[in-house]
């Protein structure tokens, strides 16, 4: 089995579905990221999002939505960490479970 890493970081994605959307990175396994994407819209391909008390876009002042399924991809796929963002706390907890 490949080493898991946490992290806990967002960058942006220039993987062509979702090109440029911020994620939420939070393990590496091997050389992939597994990462939940985060939108601005309420539906992602027919798949309701999960609404974010408050975008972890510190400049953004718009509703944010975490999209519910994990995602993997290559760490290439990713630009640099996009400094200052976080998550709410009671948005951490929505966070957590998603991980699971």
Not at 3 to 31: C, V
Not at 64 to 93: M, T
Request: charged content about 35%; glycine content about 6%.
């Amino acid at each position: 089995a490949k080493k898991r890493q946490t992290k806990s970081e967002f960058r942006r994605t220039n993987l062509k579905d979702g090109k440029n959307h911020p994620t939420y990175i939070y393990a590496k396994i091997g050389d992939k990221y597994e990462y939940l994407g985060i939108t601005h819209a309420k539906i992602t391909k027919g798949v309701k999002n999960i609404r974010l008390e408050k975008n972890p876009n510190p400049k953004d002042k718009r509703t944010a939505y975490v999209r519910p399924n994990v995602q993997q991809a290559h760490k290439s796929s990713f630009g640099a960490r996009l400094k200052g963002w976080f998550f709410s706390d009671s948005d951490k907890e929505k966070i957590e479970r998603l991980k699971k």
